[in-house]
């Protein structure tokens, strides 16, 4: 793929689509952290708050943790890779 040459939104998505599943997510990841959509001070507020809720969660037995390793293999069957 030649990147010097113009490409329209669709053109860049349909080759971005091409790529593996890991490679999207971090392409994914990385366009998202470009956005400056809200300042470090209220991202880092907005971490602790969902960070809060889901110890609450647990402490409350609302939810059940699940072991990371497992959680990465459920999601890997999911998506199927």
Same mark, same amino acid.
């Given at each position: 793929m030649?990147l010097?040459? @113009?490409?329209?939104l669709? $053109?860049l #998505? &349909? %080759? @971005?689509l091409k790529l593996? #599943?890991?490679?999207? @997510? *971090? *392409? #994914?990841?990385? *366009?998202?952290? +470009?956005?400056?959509f @809200? &300042?470090?001070?209220? /991202? $880092?507020?907005?971490?602790?708050?969902?960070a809060?809720?889901?110890?609450? %969660? /647990? #402490? +409350? =037995?609302?939810? +059940?943790p /699940?072991? =990371? &390793?497992h959680?990465?293999a &459920?999601?890997r069957?999911a /998506? =199927? +890779?």
């Amino acid at each position: 793929m030649i990147l010097s040459m @113009a490409f329209t939104l669709d $053109q860049l #998505a &349909e %080759e @971005a689509l091409k790529l593996p #599943a890991e490679s999207r @997510a *971090l *392409l #994914a990841d990385r *366009l998202v952290e +470009s956005l400056d959509f @809200a &300042e470090p001070d209220d /991202i $880092q507020r907005l971490w602790v708050a969902e960070a809060t809720q889901r110890r609450d %969660e /647990i #402490a +409350s =037995g609302k939810v +059940s943790p /699940i072991d =990371g &390793e497992h959680a990465l293999a &459920e999601v890997r069957r999911a /998506i =199927g +890779s």
